[in-house]
């Protein structure tokens, strides 16, 4: 069994952008094809960046409409999407457009209705138990060997169907490195050119040390000790990247992440700031396989819905202290909030919008009043915050970005969490599950928030941010295609230094390749240097080249939304330092010239 599929994954100098998609809320396999159009269209034309649509699960699951990883036939897809046939059609519509397709699967745990998989063996893991979303499936105990041929098999079944790559689901959760191990190894044996991306949090650097030839020609004998120098994935999801930058952008801590510039520097360096394996200190993962985003569907469905403006928002208008309970009633609030302000603002404050703004403030005991001028500095601050977040993921040495489906469009929709589940199901303490789930949520989980987390809904559009937010990302795109030093440079780590002074907090990195010369200038913080600040903002003490260096991009540009506080061309580096100016909550890029 060799697969066809002649993409590379991806060339040596060139970037994967991958965009995250969920098909039930495009609308089925035939109407996700229109996705695939508009991926296509930012294609042309780009010989250094390769692009890829990441199909959020798709096995078969109770009712027809859920978040996806609560599948119970590892070998179907989904029914309302369209069923196999369809699924195998949008993949060959995708190649015809020079699109790769990544499906997400989930080895973890079965979804809680319909699961049938245990009446043929022992599935699940009876010692091990649970995982935080059923129970964990049986890699390593009784008939375990069964287990892990299915997890295979099925593995086998989708790239065979013609997927270019898979993410496998929190595998930390399958709590067996000998059943990943084996998937890799059969996958590079069988479909050498597919890649698997891991979902871990472990941050092992084994995890993504490639596997030698003879381990991927002897899978079952080289995949028996539970410890093992390589378990051979190509790329990993980097939480401690994603989690350092929400903590900047909004300026919270957060899952023992701080909003600290010194750690987003060492893990531009080492790739992670968190270690699980002290050893792997001095050898870390390689930054390079490491899948950077700022947001991601676990990263707003488990937070109300939010979106990286969204967090920012509401950080900047400090809901969280003006609502009394719980951060639940926080996120409708601010919802609610949202929806008014973008409707008052696209029919000129009339008196009902003004009633409309103070109503729904009552409605949610919002303790300190928020007026329209606050809330449109935080909304015009998180913009600015936004194109930073991007910029950055742009930016970074890892050569695989993920931008989450809404986000490269400048949709401002909530991506919420969405299930159905049988009218009589109840948990041990005979509370209905659809009851459970929502109270957790803080929201009804079933259609209303399925079709609150719809992107075409005129309460959320903002045309004026969807231009520029295009805008913004062809930019970033066309910066990556015209310097190599971005494609395929490695950061040059005696020049990456961070500034944290003045209330600043600013990072920089200076990328080369041949005479290729990039310096991003990133600055999270909320003070301006230069014309509008308290004198310009130096770098320095960083051996800089000497000459001349050009804004090549300036996130701050008024044709991305910003105040146009730029630094008008050229600027002349001496003695080790450069003068700039440089903008708050912004990112800057210089390219030196000849």
């Not at 059609?89 to 080895?107: C, R």
């Not at 531009?268 to 050898?283: M, Q, R, S, T, V």
């Not at 003070?527 to 000459?547: C, H, Q, Y």
């Not at 996130?555 to 910003?562: I, L």
Request: proline fraction near 4%.
């Amino acid at each position: 069994m060799k697969n066809n599929v002649t993409h590379n994954w991806p060339k040596e100098d060139e970037v994967l952008i991958i965009d995250e998609a969920h098909v039930g809320l495009l609308g089925g396999f035939e109407e996700t094809k229109k996705k695939i159009d508009k991926i296509a269209e930012s294609n042309i034309g780009q010989q250094k960046i390769a692009k890829a649509i990441e199909i959020m699960p798709i096995s078969e699951f109770y009712g027809s409409k859920n978040w996806g990883y609560d599948g119970v036939d590892w070998l179907t897809a989904e029914s309302s999407y369209g069923g196999v046939e369809k699924f195998k059609e949008l993949i060959d519509y995708a190649h015809k457009k020079n699109v790769k397709v990544i499906l997400d699967i989930v080895p973890n745990h079965l979804g809680p209705f319909g699961n049938v998989m245990n009446d043929y063996g022992q599935a699940f893991d009876p010692i091990k138990s649970k995982t935080p979303w059923g129970d964990a499936i049986n890699y390593e105990g009784t008939g375990n060997e069964y287990m892990r041929r299915a997890l295979v098999d099925m593995s086998l079944y989708w790239l065979n169907l013609g997927v270019d790559g898979l993410r496998l689901d929190m595998t930390k959760y399958m709590y067996s490195d000998i059943a990943l191990k084996l998937v890799h190894s059969e996958v590079k044996s069988h479909f050498p050119k597919a890649k698997i991306i891991n979902e871990d949090s472990r941050n092992l650097a084994r995890l993504v040390s490639p596997l030698e030839q003879y381990e991927i020609d002897n899978p079952e004998k080289e995949c028996s000790n539970n410890y093992m120098k390589r378990i051979g994935a190509d790329a990993q999801w980097d939480f401690d990247f994603q989690h350092t930058l929400e903590a900047l952008i909004t300026g919270r801590s957060g899952g023992g992440f701080d909003p600290s510039v010194c750690d987003l520097e060492e893990e531009f360096k080492n790739g992670f700031i968190k270690l699980e394996n002290p050893a792997d200190k001095n050898h870390p993962p390689k930054a390079d396989t490491n899948v950077v985003y700022h947001m991601s569907h676990d990263e707003s469905g488990n937070h109300g819905g939010k979106r990286t403006i969204h967090k920012a928002i509401a950080s900047k208008l400090d809901i969280y202290s003006r609502i009394m309970g719980d951060g639940k009633k926080a996120d409708a609030a601010f919802f609610d909030l949202f929806k008014t302000y973008l409707k008052g603002a696209k029919e000129g404050w009339t008196k009902a919008n003004n009633e409309e703004w103070r109503e729904v403030q009552k409605q949610h005991n919002i303790s300190r009043p928020i007026t329209k001028e606050e809330f449109s500095n935080a909304y015009d601050q998180s913009q600015a915050l936004n194109r930073l977040a991007l910029g950055t993921v742009m930016v970074h040495p890892s050569r695989t970005k993920m931008i989450l489906m809404g986000d490269d469009e400048g949709i401002l929709a909530p991506l919420k969490f969405f299930a159905e589940y049988p009218s009589d199901a109840k948990d041990d303490n005979g509370i209905p599950v659809s009851k459970k789930v929502s109270d957790e949520k803080g929201y009804p989980v079933g259609k209303p928030s399925f079709e609150d987390s719809k992107m075409d809904q005129e309460a959320y559009n903002d045309p004026k941010f969807r231009d520029e937010t295009i805008k913004y990302k062809q930019a970033l795109e066309k910066l990556i295609e015209e310097n190599p030093a971005l494609a395929n440079g490695k950061a040059d780590w005696d020049h990456l230094k961070t500034y944290n002074y003045k209330d600043a907090k600013v990072l920089h990195s200076l990328r080369k390749e041949g005479n290729n010369e990039i310096l991003a200038v990133m600055n999270f913080g909320d003070k301006d240097f230069g014309v509008r600040g308290e004198g310009k903002f130096t770098l320095r003490n960083i051996e800089l080249p000497d000459g001349k260096w050009k804004e090549i991009l300036n996130s701050d540009a008024k044709e991305f939304g910003g105040a146009g506080f730029t630094n008008g061309g050229v600027v002349s580096a001496g003695y080790g330092q450069l003068d700039i100016n440089l903008p708050k909550r912004s990112m800057v890029v210089f390219k030196r010239e000849a």
